[in-house]
């Protein structure tokens, strides 16, 4: 059976503080995608990332960094310098390529509070 | 390019009652996905549909239904509505490449 799992429910960090958010899938497939999404308090999902199960590189996109590590399943998201305008709740999600993209398992979700 | 509409913003309804929520996906994006979003059990995947059929379904109750019509516009409706189905339904649509999935601001339902 597929999951996501975010361990953590809150994380509260002061502004140009770096912070992590973790994430742990599981899934049978060889063949999947991860994703990054961002919930501002508007309640619309922001993608951030998509990331094959063949591709291991990590990547950096401005302040943001994301490490996608198969050997321990996880695909941890690094907000670099954080600012207030990061204050959201962020999900992980999960789709199994056999699922033509419409389908995603998302974990719980990490809810960020950057204070200044 | 306009983004995915979802319609109304907020709903109230009693008991019992049925409901039908819209979403316009962006132009071009024929899959539609939906998805329910509560504090208890989080984001859950309702339904997608492509070109007008059903392509996936979560493990919802046949309550819950939807359609997509030729424009790619799509419906989602609950029938006897129940308490437990308050929630922010979202609605996402994805390109022809399907890499990702452009979700609307979504629908608040509050069931009373």
């Known amino acids: 059976a597929q999951k996501v799992t975010q361990a953590q429910t809150e994380i509260s960090v002061v502004e140009k503080e770096d912070v992590t958010l973790d994430c742990v899938y599981e899934t049978r497939d060889t063949t999947y995608y991860l994703f990054w999404y961002k919930q501002p308090p508007s309640g619309e999902l922001v993608f951030l990332i998509r990331r094959n199960s063949f591709d291991e590189q990590n990547e950096i996109s401005g302040r943001y960094s994301w490490n996608f590590q198969k050997s321990t399943s996880s695909f941890n998201f690094t907000i670099t310098a954080s600012q207030v305008v990061d204050s959201a709740v962020y999900f992980c999600?999960?789709?199994?390529?056999?699922?033509?993209?419409?389908?995603?398992?998302f974990g719980q979700g990490t809810e960020l509070s950057v204070k200044p | 390019k306009a983004g995915v509409t979802q319609t109304p913003r907020y709903l109230i309804k009693t008991r019992g009652q049925q409901v039908t929520l819209s979403c316009s996906p962006i132009s071009g994006h024929r899959s539609v996905s939906w998805y329910q979003q509560t504090p208890g059990q989080g984001l859950q995947f309702l339904f997608e549909y492509f070109s007008e059929t059903q392509r996936n379904k979560g493990n919802f109750p046949g309550r819950f239904s939807g359609r997509q019509f030729s424009n790619s516009r799509s419906e989602m409706n609950v029938s006897t509505l129940e308490l437990g189905d308050s929630a922010l339904y979202l609605c996402?649509?994805?390109?022809?490449?399907?890499?990702?999935?452009?979700f609307g601001s979504g629908t608040q339902l509050s069931v009373l």
């Open positions: 999600a999960l789709s199994e390529a056999g699922n033509q993209g419409g389908k995603l398992i």
């Open positions: 996402a649509s994805s390109p022809p490449q399907g890499e990702k999935l452009f």
